[in-house]
């Protein structure tokens, strides 16, 4: 239920069909990448289902703010436009959650053991509190009589709640990031294994990811966590930008803080493309380097030996 000056409006409404068009731009290019490099894996994993509904969420997002621009104050077009785009924005935050928190759990782990149950429960819990924030909005659109105005508090505090409550869970997974990144031994040279047993698992047509795990990890961590500091940090000024138009009433500082806005929230999805395309072509060089590591101490005649009695 965000208010700002007539004149915005068209602006406003421009960049939001701008950023339309980007967000589903890059749900092309993350479709032709699932399409192209993992035709030969199971395409509907949970990684690329979340990442799927971040990058039409978006759209959504941004496709109802165009509508929203447009619209007239109080009418039904605006109020289901309002619907639409916080239920994307629900629906983001909520897939956003379930990826950083999977691709992250492990990074948490190793480097802030005691804040793993806090991160659970913040990420079990964000379902509840982010999609009852499209409620009030469900309400007004069902009654159509009803002042906006009657709302805002209900719509404050729910929208205040979910603030809250993902801003204290990317604390978190932020403090994991940087002891990550500041600590050297998630930089050094990996262990390498080197056995009979372990070189069973690594076949032309199929790597155990067990073993790869073991093998090297710590180049990932560092992966997520750099992207995932990114991500964060954009996060954390879409919330600051968002406390600042409460107090402007320029329209061009308006304009200029929801083009800001948007690009970030654009930015959440191609932040998270890009680890996942880091962490391919990561899993891709250390799947290498296995390979020939064990050539090297095994012998390839040996190493070949080994693979077709286990088959």
Known sequence: MATYPAAAGFPLAVTSAVFTCVGALQVGVFAGFVAWCERDTKVATPFNVSLSLIGLGNIGIFGASTLLHYAESGSTQRRAAQLVGQFCSALVQAAYTYYCYKRAAPVVEAAVPSAVNIVSVLFKGAPVVLFPQVIPYIILLCRDGDDESLWESVVLGLDGLGALWVIVFDSVLLVAFFKVLRNPDFHAAPTTVTTASDAKH????????????????????????????????????????????NYVSNVE???????????????????????????????????????VRLEESLGKFELEKIRKRDR
Do not use: D, N
């Open 202 to 245: 690594y076949t032309p047509s199929r790597q155990s990811s067990k073993v790869l795990t073991a093998v090297l990890p710590r180049r990932r961590f560092v992966i997520i966590s750099k992207y995932g500091a990114t991500s964060l940090a954009c996060a954390f000024f879409v919330a600051g930008t968002y406390v600042v138009l």
């Open 253 to 291: 500082v308006i304009v200029v803080c929801y083009a800001l806005i948007y690009a970030c929230i654009a930015s959440y999805f191609g932040i998270m493309f890009a680890m996942k395309v880091a962490l391919h072509w990561e899993k891709q060089r250390s799947t290498e380097e296995i390979q």
